[in-house]
């Protein structure tokens, strides 16, 4: 069966300005896309969520594999920074097959965790069929729409355990409120995975002793992708009728 990822759109950036372009923009250094897939995001001015996205290069060209659903969104942003500068941004037609165990030839590595397997672009192949919810649960990645939400902090989202943020590269868009968070507090809220006895609708309020402290996200499985204030997580904690146990933030 062939096992993909319909809902991404894959585009080419080239130009004489394109890398520079992006490596002002990007969380991430724009020169680990030339070792292999790299993965990365776009914030807005306030250091909060806007796109995610994984990049590779070939030749002198940039491909940046995004959410079908953020592409048109992303790209009109894309093009509101490019201003005279030496970028082209268009749409390819390449088909990303995602899979786990041995690699085909031309795959590259998932850079967000060794167990999310391998990407592939060109012509859809075969892979083996994989619940990815529940391996994103398992592994604590996040997804746009689901825990990638528009309010959300990157290091809350565990970019920095996904390769996702590099605090050595220089400016961004939102770097100084990023690098804040890094190095002049602690995390007091972010993803946590948990076990529900039952599914709830995503996003549902979490409480504990009747207050309000998080909510729900990803779910497969009978376990959970959730976000809570972690000094908050204690007593009965619910989810609607749901009761969550085993809340971790190891992953």
Same mark, same amino acid.
């Given at each position: 069966?062939?096992?993909?990822?319909?809902?991404?759109?894959?585009?080419?950036?080239?130009?004489?300005?394109?890398?520079?372009?992006?490596?002002?923009?990007?969380?991430?250094?724009i020169a680990?896309?030339?070792?292999g897939?790299s993965y990365?995001?776009?914030?807005?001015p306030?250091?909060?969520?806007?796109f995610?996205?994984?990049?590779?290069?070939?030749?002198?060209?940039?491909f940046?594999?995004?959410?079908?659903?953020?592409?048109?969104?992303?790209?009109?942003?894309?093009?509101?920074y490019?201003?005279?500068r030496?970028?082209?941004?268009?749409?390819?037609?390449?088909?990303?097959?995602?899979?786990?165990g041995?690699?085909?030839?031309?795959?590259?590595?998932?850079?967000?965790?060794?167990e999310?397997g391998?990407?592939?672009? @060109?012509?859809? $192949?075969? +892979?083996?069929?994989?619940?990815? #919810?529940?391996? !994103?649960?398992? /592994?604590?990645?996040?997804e746009?729409?689901?825990?990638?939400l528009?309010?959300?902090?990157?290091?809350?989202?565990?970019?920095?355990?996904?390769?996702?943020?590099?605090?050595?590269?220089?400016?961004?868009? @939102?770097?100084? $409120?990023? +690098?804040r968070?890094?190095h002049? #507090?602690?995390? !007091?809220?972010g /993803?946590?995975?948990?076990?529900?006895?039952?599914?709830?609708?995503?996003?549902?309020?979490?409480t504990?002793?009747?207050?309000?402290?998080?909510?729900?996200c990803?779910?497969?499985e009978?376990?959970?992708?959730?976000?809570?204030?972690?000094?908050?997580?204690?007593?009965?904690i619910?989810?609607?009728?749901?009761?969550?146990?085993?809340?971790?933030?190891?992953?």
């Amino acid at each position: 069966m062939k096992e993909n990822y319909n809902d991404r759109k894959v585009f080419c950036l080239s130009g004489a300005d394109a890398k520079d372009f992006l490596q002002d923009l990007i969380t991430n250094d724009i020169a680990k896309a030339e070792q292999g897939l790299s993965y990365s995001a776009l914030l807005g001015p306030q250091g909060k969520f806007l796109f995610d996205f994984f990049l590779f290069t070939k030749a002198e060209d940039i491909f940046l594999d995004c959410a079908t659903n953020t592409s048109d969104a992303l790209c009109q942003r894309l093009m509101m920074y490019r201003l005279r500068r030496k970028v082209s941004i268009e749409a390819t037609n390449l088909f990303v097959t995602c899979g786990l165990g041995q690699a085909p030839a031309g795959a590259m590595a998932d850079p967000r965790h060794p167990e999310m397997g391998w990407r592939f672009y @060109g012509e859809p $192949i075969e +892979a083996e069929t994989v619940n990815w #919810t529940a391996q !994103r649960i398992r /592994l604590g990645i996040p997804e746009v729409g689901a825990e990638l939400l528009p309010d959300s902090y990157i290091l809350e989202m565990r970019f920095e355990a996904l390769n996702g943020v590099d605090f050595r590269k220089g400016c961004y868009i @939102g770097q100084e $409120i990023t +690098a804040r968070m890094k190095h002049k #507090t602690e995390l !007091r809220k972010g /993803l946590a995975r948990a076990t529900l006895t039952k599914q709830v609708p995503l996003h549902t309020p979490i409480t504990a002793d009747g207050k309000e402290i998080g909510f729900t996200c990803s779910q497969a499985e009978g376990d959970a992708l959730i976000y809570l204030r972690f000094e908050k997580a204690n007593g009965t904690i619910m989810a609607n009728d749901a009761v969550l146990s085993n809340i971790s933030t190891d992953f």
